[in-house]
């Protein structure tokens, strides 16, 4: 397959995209709204959160660090066995736009490869650490055969505020057909990185009012492959060097 960029389009195997296209929602909206994890899978988070998702009859899609799925593969295998989906978060948590870019395909290939082996299934989306995309980044996920999926809403879990403010977005934004960005794990030194002290979160009680809001709104959450079986993904440009 050929792919070649010019003039801001991406062009793979005939078929051209702009530049930066990546999923953020999915349409028609109708009752789902996709929630995401990102930076696990962590034991004492992600299992628990198993049982949060279950009891609400939710799906979710897990943004793997690879850094942490070699250390937890059982806990992988487990999150797919409850009817959850994976996709790639990363190698590590570093992130992508200080890489030289003429290695990242070769990179997120090989992650990417990993991922597929330790837990049995294909993988095909991508989010990059911290959201941090640029032209070139983003180019080579897709020669990696990835898609990038970002996010419309999110809970500030990585930070230390009130429980109000982290559902803030949820409830003044439209969650139908949003991508609403959570996370199960906090990247460390483990995985290349150093954010400081993780913020004091209860995981499992914010998924329980986030699901609160959705089902007050007569929504479902589910996985994104779940949402797309009776939508079709909403894409646009992203660009943020982080």
Not at 134 to 163: E, F, G, I, K
């Amino acid at each position: 397959m050929i792919t070649r960029v010019t003039a801001g389009v991406h062009e793979t195997g005939g078929m051209a995209e702009p530049e930066g296209n990546s999923v953020v929602g999915v349409e028609p909206a109708a009752r789902s709204v996709v929630l995401t994890y990102d930076d696990g899978p962590t034991p004492g988070v992600t299992d628990r959160l198993l049982t949060v998702l279950a009891d609400a009859g939710a799906s979710a899609t897990f943004f793997v660090l690879l850094t942490r799925a070699r250390r937890s593969p059982g806990l992988l295998r487990d999150l797919l066995a409850a009817g959850h989906e994976i996709g790639l978060h990363g190698r590590d948590h570093q992130r992508l736009t200080i890489v030289d870019p003429d290695t990242l395909p070769t990179i997120l290939r090989s992650a990417r490869t990993e991922l597929e082996d330790l837990a049995s299934v294909p993988v095909r989306w991508f989010r990059p650490p911290y959201g941090a995309q640029d032209a070139a980044t983003w180019r080579a996920v897709r020669a990696a055969d990835l898609t990038p999926v970002l996010w419309s809403l999110h809970c500030s879990d990585w930070l230390d505020v009130p429980l109000d403010e982290r559902l803030g977005e949820l409830r003044t934004g439209p969650l139908a057909g949003g991508v609403v960005l959570l996370h199960d794990g906090f990247a460390d030194a483990g995985d290349g990185v150093d954010d400081g002290p993780a913020p004091a979160l209860d995981h499992c009680a914010l998924t329980s009012a986030v699901l609160g809001e959705v089902g007050a709104q007569g929504l479902v959450a589910r996985s994104l492959g779940a949402a797309l079986e009776t939508s079709t993904a909403v894409r646009r440009p992203w660009f943020d060097v982080g």
